[in-house]
Structures are given as C-alpha cells and as structure tokens.
C-alpha cells in the first residue's frame, strides 16, 4: 500500500509469453456492449473470441442484477432494433424475463398504467430480464453464433506494434498469456484497453463522478401488499431529477421509493449522510423482489482498487441497513429475507476514450444526425440531475466515429467509454447505447478484416448497410 504518497516500483524481468489463442476480432469484456460486438462481429464470418473476467456473461445485467434493459420505453418510444431486440426476444423465448406489468391485477392500476404509455392494449411495453437466467441465455446465443467464450480471464495490457494493436495480454488461473488479433474491441467499460494502448482519455475527478451501486434482492415479500402501498404512494421521475432537469417526463410512473429510509433516518438508524433510495425492478409470484438499486456510493474511482474494495465492503452494510428499514416501514417487506447481493458493483463513469468525434450533450438532446450513424438511441437521458425519457419518439442517431479512439489503430471502444462530455454520458452509459455501439463495432471491425483497412478507414456505408441487414435502425 502506499504510504506518504510514495510509489514505489519493482523492476520485472523479461520473459516468454505463451500465446493462448490468435483470433481475427478479440472482444474485451462480456457485458451489453461486448456481447453485441461478439455477436455482430462472429454473424459476419470472422473468427471472434470474447474474453471475460468473471465467469458468466452478462456485465451489469448479470453482474449487478440491473435486468431492467428497457425500463425507458414508453408507447411511443422509438428503439434501434437490431441486438437488443434479438436478447428480448430470445429471453423471452427461453423462460428468461419476467413480464411485471402484465402481472398487476388491480384494475385502477393498470388503467394508470396504460395512461401513462406503460401497457398498450394490456401488454407491457417492455419486461425485465431474469438476471440468473439471462446467463444461460447469452451463453446459447454467443455458441449459437460461432464466438469463442474465454470466462475467469483478465486483459491486463495492450500488444502493441506502433500505433496498431495487435492483441492482449492476459491473466488466468492459467498464468500469464497472450492473445493475438487483428482487430481489438474494448468493452470493458473503463477503457481498460484503449488506456493500456496508449489512447487519449479523460475522467472526470474523483468527488464528480457518477454513484456505484450495490444491488440486493428480496424474497418473503407479501406482493400484494407492497403493490398497493406502490399505487397508493406512488414515484414519479421528477422525484429523483436532484431537483434539475425533467423535461416532458417529470410526472411519469416511477419505481422510486425512498420513504421508508427517510424514515429509518429520522428515528437514527441510518446515518443522515447515507443516500439510500430504491428502484425496485420487478415482482415475481413467489414473493420476490429481485433487484433493489438502493444503495449508492459517491467519491468512487472506478479505476482504482483500493476505491473498489471500500465500497463492495461498505455497500454490502449498507444492505443491511436498508433491509431493515424496508422491513420496518414498508408494507409487505415485515418477514422480507435478504435474497442475494449483486457480484459486483454496479458502476456508471470511470475512463472515456477521446475519439475521432465526441458527441455532446446538445447531440443526446436535440435530436442529433450524423453520416456515420450506427444506430439510433432513444432520448434517454439519466444522470448529472437530469432525467429525460423518451415518451414522444424523439431519439439521435449514434455516430461511429465516437467508437474509435484517437492515435491507437484497429482498436475500437464500445459501450460506456466512448467518446463524450459529460452530459451526453448520462445517454450514452445506458444499456440500450451500449449495445448500439457493440454492434456498430462489431460490424465494422469484421468488415475493415475484409477490405484489408485500419477501422478508422472502413467504409461506413457498408457497415450502415450491414447493420440494416439486421434489423438495425440507423436513421
């Protein structure tokens, strides 16, 4: 540990590194965005490994128990189609979602509900991923589609050849190894890659980046009971804006509960500073309440292992305290049980790649247009005390460029780390970006293999015409 501020190094030795695998596309990380690049990259003929640390897929849908992927959509919501489409379709398929609207059986609810664009003609317009389940089902899809899984497997630096990547090195129960490729896909959410290569960046400081999160399920929850005490007492977006910016959707339906920790707080068994407030994510007949985002953790550098371990510690004891107040002050939660934590912090900012365009908060809210778009993205917006969602149709286009990092070649950045400010993040973090950008990435690294080009210099109306092949909504 460092002491006074005093780093200290030790001198490595060099040595032969096995090379484990050689592949055309490398995908690193197996969360929303690296599946979709997976999937999209592999659909298009190449030779695709997808390397992961834990050991399932999955990223915060798995990971952090977030199985709410379409929570923003409303009836008049436009999405990109494409991938996402394709994991909804295909959970629901396998028994792997859980439709939690379809399920309210109070008549004055589901009235609410469907004046409020929730439920058209009594179907819900999204459902909630099963988060245990959803592992089975992405490890069918990715064998399905011809990609090579690698679990239990940390990318820990980039090969490089210049300016050009040419693979990974990796840490396993199996030692010190290489993987080669000509083409890298960075979806590990912080940029681990594109850092390690040498690409430009920035993050944010510490005391201003975005919450982590430890999630927990519920089980011996009296559904029933706690629904009415909901549609009694129900959220509303506006609640959780900070007081900032709502617009067009202050007064919508939202799972927001923080009434029961206020009062936990008021009769001193929750410390004043603790932010605690819940969005549970859905309900199941058996009494459960799977996911509960409650617990949120400011001043967290994602990037940074001390950081990291203080708050799964910390978050996990703030589990308990929250439990205890739903089971004190919620109807329904009194014999409530602790059902699981999440494996991992649900984390939102770290590292962003500077690239060849960095989208802005104007784009995410004006409804942006680029030559190179990719996909589409609902207008979406949450984070920075800003909650906007897409009730009306209005969406921007996603552009490629904000994929590809700057002086580093045959590297592209998929998912949370590409390129931004600080508002446009608050969108482009979200599941359904993510994945856009997973498959644009995808696409366009497998087909600059076929034109012989960097990725840079691919040719982006062949990938928009891919991308369109299937199903993708780019304009």
């Given at each position: 540990?460092k002491e006074?501020?005093?780093?200290?190094?030790?001198?490595?030795?060099?040595k032969?590194?096995?090379?484990?695998?050689?592949?055309?596309?490398?995908?690193?990380?197996?969360?929303?965005?690296?599946?979709?690049a997976?999937?999209?990259?592999?659909?298009q003929?190449?030779?695709?490994i997808?390397?992961?640390?834990?050991?399932?897929?999955?990223?915060?849908?798995?990971?952090?128990?977030?199985?709410?992927i379409?929570?923003?959509r409303?009836?008049?919501?436009?999405d990109?189609?494409?991938?996402?489409?394709?994991?909804?379709r295909?959970?629901?398929?396998?028994?792997?979602?859980?439709?939690?609207?379809?399920?309210?059986?109070?008549?004055?609810?589901?009235e609410?509900?469907?004046?409020?664009?929730?439920?058209?003609?009594?179907?819900?317009t999204?459902?909630?991923?099963?988060?245990?389940?959803?592992?089975?089902?992405?490890?069918?899809?990715?064998?399905?589609?011809?990609?090579?899984?690698?679990?239990?497997?940390?990318?820990?630096?980039?090969?490089?050849?210049?300016?050009?990547?040419k693979g990974?090195?990796?840490?396993?129960?199996?030692?010190?190894?290489?993987?080669?490729?000509?083409?890298?896909?960075?979806?590990?959410?912080?940029?681990?890659?594109?850092f390690?290569?040498?690409?430009?960046?920035?993050?944010?400081?510490?005391?201003?980046?975005?919450?982590?999160?430890?999630?927990?399920?519920?089980?011996?929850?009296?559904?029933g009971?706690?629904?009415?005490?909901?549609?009694?007492?129900?959220?509303?977006?506006?609640?959780?804006?900070m007081?900032?910016?709502?617009e067009?959707?202050?007064?919508?339906?939202?799972?927001?509960l923080?009434?029961?920790?206020?009062?936990?707080?008021?009769?001193?068994?929750?410390p004043?500073?603790?932010?605690?407030?819940?969005y549970?994510?859905?309900?199941?007949?058996?009494?459960?309440?799977?996911?509960?985002?409650?617990?949120?953790?400011?001043n967290?550098?994602?990037?940074?292992?001390w950081?990291?371990?203080?708050?799964?510690?910390?978050?996990?004891?703030r589990v308990?305290w929250?439990?205890?107040?739903?089971?004190?002050?919620?109807?329904?939660?009194?014999?409530?049980?602790?059902?699981?934590?999440?494996?991992?912090l649900?984390?939102?900012?770290?590292?962003?790649?500077i690239?060849?365009?960095n989208?802005t908060?104007?784009?995410?809210?004006n409804?942006?247009r680029f030559?190179?778009?990719?996909?589409?993205?609902?207008?979406?917006?949450?984070?920075?005390?800003?909650?906007?969602?897409?009730i009306?149709?209005?969406?921007?286009?996603?552009?490629?460029?904000?994929?590809?990092?700057?002086?580093?070649e045959?590297?592209?950045?998929?998912?949370?780390?590409?390129?931004?400010?600080?508002?446009?993040?608050?969108?482009?973090?979200?599941?359904?970006?993510?994945?856009?950008?997973?498959?644009?990435a995808?696409?366009?690294?497998?087909?600059?293999?076929?034109?012989?080009?960097?990725c840079?210099?691919?040719?982006?109306?062949k990938?928009?015409?891919?991308?369109?092949e299937?199903?993708?909504r780019i304009?």
């Amino acid at each position: 540990m460092k002491e006074n501020n005093i780093v200290e190094f030790i001198e490595e030795l060099p040595k032969k590194i096995p090379i484990m695998a050689e592949t055309d596309v490398l995908v690193v990380g197996g969360g929303p965005a690296g599946i979709a690049a997976a999937l999209s990259a592999s659909r298009q003929g190449v030779k695709t490994i997808i390397l992961e640390r834990y050991g399932f897929f999955g990223g915060v849908i798995t990971q952090a128990m977030i199985g709410t992927i379409a929570w923003y959509r409303y009836a008049q919501t436009v999405d990109a189609g494409g991938i996402q489409e394709e994991i909804e379709r295909k959970a629901k398929e396998m028994g792997a979602s859980i439709d939690i609207i379809g399920n309210v059986k109070n008549k004055e609810m589901v009235e609410t509900l469907e004046k409020e664009g929730l439920m058209v003609n009594g179907k819900s317009t999204y459902e909630v991923l099963d988060t245990e389940l959803f592992k089975y089902v992405i490890d069918e899809m990715l064998q399905e589609s011809g990609v090579t899984p690698i679990l239990h497997c940390w990318a820990t630096d980039a090969l490089m050849e210049g300016e050009v990547i040419k693979g990974v090195i990796t840490e396993s129960k199996s030692g010190r190894q290489a993987i080669l490729a000509k083409r890298v896909i960075d979806a590990t959410g912080d940029a681990d890659i594109a850092f390690h290569a040498g690409a430009p960046f920035r993050k944010n400081p510490k005391n201003e980046l975005m919450e982590v999160t430890t999630n927990f399920g519920c089980s011996g929850v009296k559904i029933g009971k706690f629904l009415m005490y909901i549609y009694l007492n129900p959220g509303k977006i506006g609640d959780w804006g900070m007081g900032g910016e709502t617009e067009g959707s202050s007064e919508s339906f939202s799972s927001y509960l923080v009434e029961p920790f206020k009062k936990a707080k008021e009769a001193g068994e929750i410390p004043k500073d603790v932010l605690l407030e819940s969005y549970w994510g859905c309900y199941t007949d058996a009494g459960e309440i799977p996911s509960l985002n409650a617990v949120h953790m400011t001043n967290i550098d994602c990037t940074d292992v001390w950081d990291l371990t203080r708050a799964e510690i910390e978050g996990r004891k703030r589990v308990v305290w929250a439990l205890e107040a739903l089971r004190k002050y919620t109807p329904g939660f009194e014999k409530a049980r602790l059902r699981n934590i999440g494996t991992s912090l649900g984390t939102r900012e770290s590292r962003k790649i500077i690239g060849e365009y960095n989208i802005t908060e104007h784009d995410v809210k004006n409804q942006a247009r680029f030559d190179d778009s990719i996909g589409i993205c609902p207008e979406f917006v949450d984070g920075y005390g800003v909650a906007i969602l897409p009730i009306t149709g209005r969406y921007f286009q996603v552009p490629y460029k904000i994929t590809v990092p700057l002086k580093v070649e045959n590297l592209l950045v998929a998912g949370r780390c590409v390129a931004g400010d600080k508002i446009s993040h608050a969108a482009t973090r979200q599941m359904c970006c993510c994945i856009v950008t997973g498959q644009g990435a995808g696409v366009a690294a497998a087909q600059s293999i076929k034109e012989d080009v960097y990725c840079r210099e691919v040719n982006i109306s062949k990938v928009q015409e891919i991308l369109k092949e299937k199903g993708v909504r780019i304009d």
